[in-house]
């Protein structure tokens, strides 16, 4: 019987060493259990104990840091994961002086998630678990009613504040509410160490992708920002995820993170043999899980495990698993592991 645990597992493996197995884990949103901390906590605890997932990304409501400056949702009506938007904290864009820096001990919403944490990791004592925080430049599309995603519209906004207005005519208001968001989420994540958290899953959605921000725009609204909040979550293993098609998962070289998630099967994107200096975590396509396909899931976890056999890495879905994934699907991918150790 191996000697190691799930924490040295984790800790090696996101610290470029290889343990005696790649780890696995897959995520998904319960969008009927999401609501309230006890609820996710509750879910999340089941999920992983019934999977024996080797490690946790905890999975909040999308929308939970943009509650906190005020947006309202209806939460009896979802689009995919994400809940129908009734109000902004910001309709226009010269209202972004008007943002504050929260604390988290004083946000209603961060407060809850807080709670959750606490309550999973009472739960999951020995099991590494990071908690979802999306950058500072998703929070502020999140907050003005537009998508952080270059195909997608908000659900419930039909005419979102314009890019241009947001980052050409209004360039310094941005710049102030992005500051203002990340001295928040600075502190969050913080409150977040003592809540019991391992480390961060940090998302930048889709704000990678050209259609979206070019390099030069990237660095100059995300870049500065994303480097407070992850200088804060420096005590943990963070693992920055970029979503979605020509997401440049090698944009973030130079990134204060650990591990690195993007689609390896998407347009536009590089597959496992990209030139990341994080280790990776991925290689199946989450589409796969709504299909149901349990040879192509098997045999795109097979494929990952043999072309990063030598290198540390983490098999998981390139994505959040779609709603509708079944029972046999995800069995599938933990068994993945173990099918590879067995043949070896």
Known sequence: MSEWSKQDRFNAILSGERADRPIVSGWRHFIDKEQNADDLAETTISFTKKYDWDWVKI???????AESWGNKYDFQDYQTVF?????????????????????????????????????????????????????????????????AYVTKTVFGIENPVTLESLFTEHRAAAHHALHVISLTLADYVTELKQAGSDGLFYAVTGTAHPGMFDEA???????????????????????????????????????????ISWDTKAEGNPDLDAALTATKVGGVDHALFAANDIAQIQQQAEEALNKMSDQPFILAPNCAIPLNVTDEALKQLKKSVFEKETRV
């Open 83 to 147: 809940p129908r938007q009734e109000t902004t904290a910001v309709p226009a864009a010269a209202n972004l002086w008007d943002l504050e820096v929260k604390k988290a001990a004083e946000s209603a919403p961060l407060l809850e998630q807080l709670d959750a944490v606490r309550k999973i990791r009472q739960g999951l004592p020995d099991t590494p678990l990071i908690q979802t925080v999306f950058s500072p430049l998703t929070v502020l599309l999140f907050i003005v009613g537009r998508s």
């Open 217 to 259: 725009r990237f660095n100059e609204f995300s870049r500065p920002y994303d480097s407070i909040v992850l200088e804060a979550a420096s005590y943990g293993k963070n693992v920055l995820h970029t979503c979605g098609t020509y997401s440049q998962p090698e944009r973030f070289n130079d990134y204060r993170i650990d591990g």
């Open 59 to 65: 999975n909040p409501r999308a929308t939970y840091l």
